[in-house]
Each structure stands twice: as structure tokens, then as C-alpha cells.
């Protein structure tokens, strides 16, 4: 093999794997088995083209390659450029935690349950390493997560239902109300519902003059980078409690309705 090629996919992967999953907890081995898959497509396709794409959430591809180990997730903050976090599955645990754990896991002791009344039970934990970024890409605010994943019997795959905690400042989350947002109170603390369709497309993509009134409206987020148009619906029930930013997510599963997200919000609130 040439090698001046050789050593341009190991700097390639390092800096990509560097700039999307900046502190992600990666084995050492993962980064020759992300080589050697890199590898197998140049010799298969006698083409070879590092680059990456934000997909879905959680969702990274290098090279045409999903890399498992970690996760990125990129939103919008408030007059900055982004939230960035990353995790790595090899913290993942499929055994409910303790308080202790949770706490030694991400600093704090957020409110979490095991299952939910409408039949929703824990399926793992998880912790991310997040950010806040300036539009200059300074990280002026650091923090963890941590991430429940639920699931009921007959789940699909695609579905998904998870809670997210973090510890941070509201001064960053205060803005980014969504304009199809619905507000309940509860113990004096505020619910915000929202429901959204999200397409996975390919890139270049035009949206069409429906969807991009959708999108105005709150009720669409269109990702690029797809390699097929994809579409799922999304529901959030968010709330912000003692310094904790707490956040229900439902992907797919579709018979869950509004009040059954706001009241599941309810129980983690106790």
C-alpha cells in the first residue's frame, strides 16, 4: 500500500473522530477498526473519500461506515453556535442504576425512574460529555448528561423513547421555545410539549414550498445527509427543575398522544 495514503487515513480519522466526537470515550482499538473498514472500502470501491455527516441524532458516518461507539448530537443554543455532546457505548448499562451511580457517573443526582405507568420500562443508561459553543467554536459552558432509554413490550425498531438530564445554566436553554410549543403548569414548574415530523434526506435536497412553511411553523426539521428520504414523528416534553434541564423524547412510537408525554413528565416530577 503507498504510504504517504496510509498515513493520510490515519491523520484523516484522527482528526475527524477529534472534531465530531471531541472527548468521546473511544477504545484504542476502535480507531484500527474504523481503519481497517475504511480500508476494505477502497478496495472494493477503488475509491477512497474521508468525510463525515450529522444524520440523525446519535448518528455519525465516516466513509460510509456507522461507527457504534459513539454518539454526536448537535441543536440549537441560544445566540450560539450549538450544543455538542458525545457519548460511547461502552459506558452503556442495561442495569437500572443507582443514585450513587448516576451521581458518580455525571456529577449530580437527577429524578429517574424505572417505568413509566403506560408501560414503558427502563432499557439502559447512558452519560454524554456536552458543550456549548460561542460562534467563534469556544466552549464557554461544559457539562454532562445522563440518558435514560425506555421501551415497551412489541417495540419496533426505530422506536424510541429516552429522557435526557443535564445540569446546566437556564440562561442557555430560555429562548428556544418552539413556536408550536404547548406550556402546562405542574408543582409550579413548566411543561413544554412539542410535536414535529423529522425527514432524513440526501444531501441536496431542495424542500418543497409546504415544506418549508411546515418548518416555519415549527412542525418540520428537515436532516441532510440521508442516504434515502426517511420520515419519523417526534414529541418532546421538557421541563427545567432545580438547576436540571430535563427532556422526554418519543420517536415513532405514534399512540403515544400528547397528554401521555406531559403525564409521563408528571411522574418523573413525582
Not at 23 to 37: G, L, Q, T, W
Not at 65 to 88: H, P, R, Y
Not at 226 to 251: F, L, P, R, T
Amino acid at each position: 500500500m503507498n504510504k504517504n495514503f496510509d498515513e493520510n487515513i490515519d491523520q484523516k480519522i484522527k482528526e475527524c473522530l477529534i472534531d465530531k466526537s471531541d472527548n468521546a470515550s473511544v477504545p484504542e482499538n476502535m480507531f484500527f477498526k474504523i481503519r481497517n473498514e475504511i480500508l476494505k472500502e477502497k478496495d472494493n470501491k477503488g475509491v477512497f473519500t474521508m468525510k463525515y455527516k450529522l444524520l440523525k441524532p446519535k448518528t455519525i458516518i465516516i466513509a460510509g461506515i456507522l461507527i457504534i461507539a459513539t454518539s454526536v448530537t448537535c441543536v440549537a443554543a441560544t445566540n450560539l453556535s450549538g450544543i455538542f455532546g458525545s457519548s460511547s457505548r461502552l459506558t452503556e448499562t442495561k442495569t437500572f442504576p443507582s443514585k450513587d451511580k448516576v451521581k458518580e457517573s455525571v456529577g449530580f443526582t437527577p429524578k429517574y425512574v424505572e417505568s413509566f405507568k403506560n408501560g414503558f420500562k427502563f432499557d439502559t443508561f447512558n452519560y454524554s460529555k456536552n458543550e456549548i459553543r460561542d460562534d467563534k467554536g469556544a466552549a464557554v459552558e461544559k457539562y454532562k448528561g445522563a440518558d435514560f432509554d425506555y421501551k415497551k413490550e412489541g417495540s419496533k425498531k426505530g422506536q424510541s423513547l429516552y429522557m435526557a438530564a443535564e445540569k446546566v445554566d437556564q440562561k442557555y436553554l430560555g429562548e428556544n421555545t418552539s413556536k408550536n410549543a404547548i406550556s402546562v403548569e405542574y408543582k409550579g414548574i413548566k411543561i413544554e410539549y412539542t410535536s414535529s415530523q423529522y425527514k432524513s434526506v440526501p444531501e441536496g435536497y431542495n424542500p418543497t414550498d409546504e415544506e418549508k412553511e411546515l418548518q416555519n411553523k415549527g412542525l418540520l426539521e428537515i436532516g441532510y445527509g440521508s442516504d434515502e428520504i426517511e420520515v419519523s414523528q417526534n414529541q418532546v416534553a421538557g421541563w427545567y427543575e432545580d438547576g436540571i434541564s430535563y427532556c422526554i423524547s418519543n420517536m415513532d412510537y405514534t399512540e403515544l398522544s400528547k397528554d401521555d408525554m406531559i403525564n409521563m413528565a408528571k411522574e418523573v416530577i413525582g
